[in-house]
């Protein structure tokens, strides 16, 4: 059974910084892309940043230059880092991440959220 844990999440007031985590465990032979998505009260869920295997990236443009998304291919980790949040940055994130299993299949897995809120 492959998981998504997700950790990191928090109360922070706004300018400042969290790092979240997902570590990804279970039978697999390979994680392809890893992201992090966001999803805010009565709002639909967002792609906020990914990252490939072989670690190229890209941002949403609401969060570039403030988010760093990066991953540890050892550790089956991959962490968002979260710099100058602001209180529009409120939101549930998700760990999503395309995983090959030990029956080499191809699935699309998500973790179960952490709740990142900025707020004064």
């Known amino acids: 059974q492959v998981q998504l844990v997700e950790s990191g999440g928090g109360l922070v007031q706004p300018g400042g910084s969290l790092r979240l985590s997902c570590a990804v465990s279970?039978?697999?032979?390979?994680?392809?892309?890893m992201a992090w998505y966001r999803q805010a009260p009565g709002k639909q869920r967002e792609l906020v940043a990914a990252?490939?295997?072989?670690?190229?990236?890209n941002y949403a443009d609401s969060v570039k230059g403030r988010f760093t998304i990066s991953r540890d291919n050892v550790k089956k980790t991959a962490y968002l880092q979260l710099n100058s949040l602001k209180p529009e940055d409120t939101a549930v994130y998700y760990c999503?991440?395309?995983?090959?299993?030990?029956?080499?299949?191809?699935?699309?897995?998500w973790g179960q959220g952490t709740q990142v809120t900025v707020s004064s």
């Open positions: 279970g039978s697999i032979i390979r994680i392809s892309n």
């Open positions: 999503n991440a395309i995983v090959i299993d030990i029956d080499a299949r191809l699935t699309d897995r």
């Open positions: 990252i490939t295997s072989e670690g190229s990236t």
